[in-house]
């Protein structure tokens, strides 16, 4: 007679929502633009990026203990970089990402990009005495980009008070 004990699987930590502060860097360990590119200073405050992951698939890589394993799955990130500068993002004609001045006051200056995501992932799960191990994971992660836009609030009375442009921007 034979009876199936169920093996226990591996079960990876990648699932739910990450929350992330951007900004950008010249240099390791630098986020001070150069002169050429200081029509991209951040409000790094205001500037968030938010990750839903959506799906997951979990790989065990051992046969008898479960705490290495590899992840993979599908998900969604928003970037949202806020602009502290008072030019308007735009494509030159060589099709390089450059600006243009404008005489109106802006309020609120933005670049939002939004990417489907998958990674993979290799974690280590440290048992611990209570039934909630202790992970780490790291890896790769690759990334399409489903679309992006800038958005500008004016703060005068000039017309349209609020612009939004879908062009590429090289991104």
């Known amino acids: ?3 199936h004990v169920p093996r226990e699987s591996f079960k990876g930590h990648w699932a739910g929502v990450d929350l ?3 900004n950008f860097f010249s240099e390791p360990f630098n986020s001070e633009l150069p002169q050429e590119a200081r029509f991209m200073d951040l409000n790094t405050g205001k500037s968030v990026a938010v990750g839903l992951n959506l799906l997951q698939y979990s790989i065990g890589l051992q046969r008898h203990q479960q705490n290495i394993g590899l992840i993979t799955g599908l998900g969604l990130t928003f970037n949202n970089y806020r602009l502290d500068s008072p030019y308007i993002l735009t494509t030159d ?5 450059s600006y243009i001045e404008t005489e109106r006051v ?3 200056n933005k670049l939002v990009t939004t990417f489907l995501t ?4 290799l974690e280590f799960q440290i048992p611990t005495a209570s039934e909630h191990p202790i992970f780490i994971n790291g890896g790769l992660y690759g990334g399409f980009k489903l679309g992006s836009h800038t958005k500008m609030v004016y703060g005068d009375n000039l017309g349209k008070d609020r612009e939004k442009s879908r062009s590429d921007l090289n991104l």
């Open 20 to 22: 992330g502060l951007n």
């Open 1 to 3: 007679r034979m009876v």
């Open 106 to 108: 802006i309020k609120k």
């Open 93 to 97: 004609e060589n099709g390089n990402t």
């Open 118 to 121: 998958v990674p993979l992932l």
